[in-house]
C-alpha cells in the first residue's frame, strides 16, 4: 500500500540524507517535496500542512544544523513525526475485562471487510493470546452475512452465536451476551449491520446495541482503498457515535495511504489493527513507529521477529541448530524452511522488513512462483538424493528437471547454491565469517 508513498519520501529525502551541510533552502527544497508526496497520497490538506511545519520547524533547529551528521538527523525527525501522525510510539491493543467476557462491538460501512475483520481478529486473540473468543451475528441487513461469519468464524476456530435473521439485532445482541458469560468466554465479537451511508436509522440500531452490550471496545472497521473517503467516514461515525480505534482493512491493496496517515490526526482515535490480505492470518497489531520506518525504508526488524517466533516450532528450532552443528542440513530441512517462510506471509513482504533491503528491490517484483520452483524441483527429488545432493549426475538431473517442470540449468543451481549455504552453515557453527564473495555467491 505504501510503496508509492515510500519511493517518493526516499526520493525527496535522499539528497539531504547526504548532505554533510544543510541550508535553510535544502530543508525547505525537501518538505516542498515531501508534502507533494504526502499530498499524492491523498492525505488531508490540513494534515499535510501541519506535518510538514512541525518537520520544518524541528529541522531549522540549531541543534540539527550544527550537528555531524544533519541529513540524517532531519530523516529522523521525518520518522518522529510520521509515528506521531499515526498514534505515537508502540501503539495500541483493545482493552480486556478483569471479569466476564470483554465485548469487542464492530462497526463500519457496507463492504469494508468488517465481518471478515471480525473473524480475522478473533483467530489473533484465540491463536497468539489464548483466549475462548465467540462472535454474535448481529448484522442481519445484509443477505447471507449470517452465514459469512459462520463460515469465517468456524475457519478462525471461534464460537458463532446466530438466532437467524428474523429477530431484532438487538435482541440477537443481548442474547449473545448472556451465552457468552454462561459459556464463560473470554471475548465477545460483536458483528453489527454494515450500511452504505452513516444513516440515523441504523446509528440508532448501533446505540442501541452498544447500550444493552456496554462493549469495552467499539472498533470502526474503515477499507484502507476508499482513501480520504475513510477518513470523512470516521469523522461522520465520531459524530454519530463514539469508537476508541480503528481497524483499517485492505492495507494490502493499491491505495495511496491517505486514510492510514490522516484518521488519527483528524479524529484523535488510533489504529490498533490492520488487516493486510485475504486470508485470516493476514493481520497484525498496527505499530506506528514500525510502519513509519517502513514507510522511510528503514525495514520493520521487530515484526520480522514475531512473524518468525508465531511460526517456528521451538523444538524444531533446536533441532535445526543441532543439524546444522553436525552438518547433517539436508534438503528436506531446507523444503521445511520454505514452507516456513511461506507461512510467514509473501516473500516481498517479508524481504522490505529487513533494513535496506526495500530499496534495493526497486522495481523487482518477487512473488512466490520462485519458492513454488524451489519446492517443484526438491520434491522430484528421491529422499537419498535430498539427503545428499552430491550424487545428482547427468541423468539424474534431466529427471528431476522433467518431474520439477523446470529446466536442468535450474536443478543445477540449486544444487549449487545449496553446497554454497551447506559450506557457509559449517563455517557460522565453527565462528567462521564466511568472506563478502561467498555471500554474493561466489566460489
Known amino acids: 500500500m505504501f510503496d508509492n508513498l515510500s519511493d517518493r519520501l526516499q526520493e525527496a529525502l535522499g539528497d539531504v540524507r547526504s548532505r554533510g551541510k544543510l541550508t535553510e533552502e535544502d530543508v525547505s527544497k525537501a518538505m516542498r517535496q515531501v508534502r507533494l508526496a504526502l499530498l499524492e497520497a491523498d492525505v488531508n490538506f490540513k494534515v499535510v500542512k501541519e506535518f510538514t511545519g512541525?518537520?520544518?520547524?524541528?529541522?531549522?533547529?540549531?541543534?540539527?544544523?550544527?550537528?555531524?551528521?544533519?541529513?540524517?538527523?532531519?530523516?529522523?525527525?521525518?520518522?518522529?513525526?510520521?509515528?506521531?501522525?499515526?498514534?505515537?510510539?508502540?501503539?495500541?491493543?483493545?482493552?480486556?475485562?478483569r471479569g466476564g467476557p470483554t465485548v469487542v462491538l464492530m462497526a463500519g460501512l457496507q463492504g469494508s471487510?468488517?465481518?471478515?475483520?471480525?473473524?480475522?481478529l478473533a483467530r489473533q486473540l484465540r491463536e497468539e493470546k489464548g483466549h475462548d473468543v465467540a462472535l454474535a451475528a448481529c448484522d442481519l441487513q445484509r443477505p447471507a452475512a449470517v452465514d459469512q461469519l459462520l463460515k469465517v468464524g468456524g475457519q478462525a476456530g471461534a464460537a458463532v452465536y446466530e438466532q437467524g435473521t428474523g429477530r431484532d439485532p438487538v435482541d440477537v445482541a443481548e442474547w449473545a451476551l448472556d451465552q457468552a458469560k454462561a459459556d464463560r468466554r473470554d471475548v465477545l465479537i460483536v458483528d453489527t449491520a454494515g450500511r452504505l451511508h452513516v444513516d440515523a436509522e441504523l446509528m440508532d440500531q448501533l446505540a442501541r446495541i452498544k447500550k444493552c452490550t456496554k462493549p469495552h471496545n467499539v472498533l470502526l472497521v474503515l477499507d484502507a482503498m476508499t482513501g480520504q473517503d475513510a477518513v470523512n467516514v470516521a469523522e461522520a461515525f465520531a459524530g454519530a457515535t463514539a469508537f476508541d480505534g480503528v481497524l483499517l482493512s485492505k492495507l494490502d491493496g493499491d491505495a495511496r495511504g491517505g486514510a492510514a496517515l490522516s484518521v488519527k490526526a483528524l479524529t484523535g482515535k488510533p489504529i490498533l489493527y490492520a488487516s493486510t490480505g485475504e486470508k485470516l492470518d493476514a493481520f497484525e497489531r498496527f505499530h506506528p513507529d514500525r510502519m513509519a520506518q517502513r514507510i522511510l525504508g528503514m525495514g520493520d526488524v521487530m515484526s520480522l521477529i514475531e512473524k518468525a517466533e508465531s511460526t517456528m516450532d521451538e523444538r524444531k528450532a533446536e533441532e535445526l541448530e543441532r543439524k546444522i552443528k553436525k552438518n547433517q542440513f539436508?534438503?528436506?530441512?531446507?523444503?521445511?524452511?520454505?514452507?516456513?517462510?511461506?507461512?510467514?506471509?509473501p516473500l516481498q513482504g517479508l524481504l522490505k522488513m529487513i533494513p535496506g533491503v526495500g530499496q534495493q528491490l526497486g522495481a523487482l517484483q518477487l512473488d512466490d512462483r520462485e519458492l513454488d520452483r524451489l519446492q517443484a524441483i526438491i520434491t522430484s527429488m528421491t529422499r537419498a538424493e535430498r539427503a545428499n545432493p552430491r550424487i545428482i549426475d547427468g541423468s539424474r538431473r534431466r529427471r528431476i528437471a522433467r518431474g520439477s517442470g523446470t529446466t536442468v540449468q535450474a536443478v543445477?543451481?540449486?544444487?549449487?547454491?545449496?553446497?554454497?549455504?551447506?559450506?557457509?552453515?559449517?563455517?557460522?557453527?565453527?565462528?567462521k565469517m564466511p568472506s563478502l564473495q561467498q555471500l554474493a555467491g561466489g566460489r
Open 54 to 97: 512541525a518537520v520544518k520547524e524541528r529541522a531549522l533547529g540549531a541543534e540539527v544544523l550544527s550537528s555531524l551528521n544533519p541529513g540524517q538527523q532531519v530523516v529522523k525527525i521525518v520518522g518522529d513525526e510520521l509515528t506521531e501522525l499515526m498514534g505515537g510510539a508502540g501503539g495500541r491493543d483493545i482493552a480486556f475485562a
Open 330 to 345: 539436508t534438503l528436506d530441512d531446507f523444503l521445511e524452511q520454505l514452507h516456513q517462510v511461506r507461512s510467514m506471509g
Open 412 to 431: 543445477s543451481q540449486l544444487v549449487k547454491q545449496f553446497a554454497q549455504m551447506q559450506k557457509m552453515m559449517r563455517q557460522l557453527s565453527q565462528g
Open 113 to 120: 471487510g468488517k465481518t471478515t475483520a471480525c473473524a480475522k
